[in-house]
């Protein structure tokens, strides 16, 4: 069964441009989430999807920062306009259900530089 | 506000050196402590769920227990393989679903 997979593996931009990151969420997981690591710090949430629906987006930290998933499949990510503070790992993360027994599985994330 | 601290921030040890590593948590009505493992460039791999205080998991050489206020990540005879980063996360109260992490265990086993 295939994991979590996220492109691109790198992105390198300049500021004040527009990246779109994707997230294909393991088969039949109906939880994704996008998580961020900045440089030093720890592992943050951003937001949850549940199918096409936010679930939680108390992570996003500006409204540069967009997420999508239309029909409930793989998910997009989208900075417009980039900043250097965005520079980062994005991790992309999936799960078959919610409650006491949700297990996340991680995708190898994307690198962000912004120039 | 949920809050996870990992000690030590890296740790050296020899080859069949067992020791351990600590995360301590703050979090109202924990629903679930997780140890990840990541390597270089990849993402975080899941290694262990606990939901009480009490619990243990064990993984070939890796063993995790759970207190009220702390998980401990035993190594026991470690091979150079165990080298990575391990991360312990937290799931708070609430409907939602959002890990804390913390910053992670950098831990390098030597022959």
């Known amino acids: 069964e295939a994991g979590v997979t996220q492109f691109p593996s790198h992105s390198v931009i300049e500021k004040g441009q527009t990246v779109t990151l994707r997230c294909d969420p393991i088969?039949?997981?109906?939880?994704l989430y996008w998580y961020r690591r900045v440089m030093g710090k720890e592992i943050k949430f951003l937001l949850h999807?549940?199918?096409?629906?936010?679930?939680?987006e108390s992570g996003m930290p500006n409204n540069r920062f967009l997420a999508e998933r239309t029909g409930g499949t793989y998910s997009t990510l989208k900075v417009q306009p980039a900043e250097l503070e965005d520079s980062g790992v994005y991790f992309c993360?999936?799960?078959?259900?919610?409650?006491?027994?949700?297990?996340?599985?991680f995708g190898p994330g994307t690198r962000l530089t912004v120039l | 506000e949920d809050q996870v601290t990992q000690s030590p921030e890296a740790l050296r040890l020899q080859e069949g050196e067992s020791s351990s590593l600590n995360c301590s948590y703050t979090?109202?009505?924990?629903?679930?402590l997780f140890w990840y493992r990541q390597d270089p460039g990849k993402g975080p791999e899941f290694l262990f769920t606990?939901?009480?205080a009490g619990e243990e998991k064990e993984k070939e050489r890796l063993k995790a227990t759970l207190t009220k206020k702390e998980s401990f990540l035993h190594i026991t005879a470690p091979k150079p393989e165990d080298s990575a980063t391990y991360l312990c996360?937290?799931?708070?109260?609430?409907?939602?679903?959002?890990?804390?992490f913390g910053t992670g265990t950098q831990l390098k086993v030597e022959l």
């Open positions: 993360a999936s799960s078959l259900r919610q409650g006491p027994t949700d297990t996340q599985y």
């Open positions: 088969s039949g997981h109906d939880n």
């Open positions: 999807f549940v199918k096409e629906s936010k679930q939680d």
């Open positions: 979090v109202s009505g924990l629903r679930g």
């Open positions: 606990l939901y009480s």
């Open positions: 996360a937290v799931r708070g109260p609430g409907g939602g679903n959002k890990l804390t």
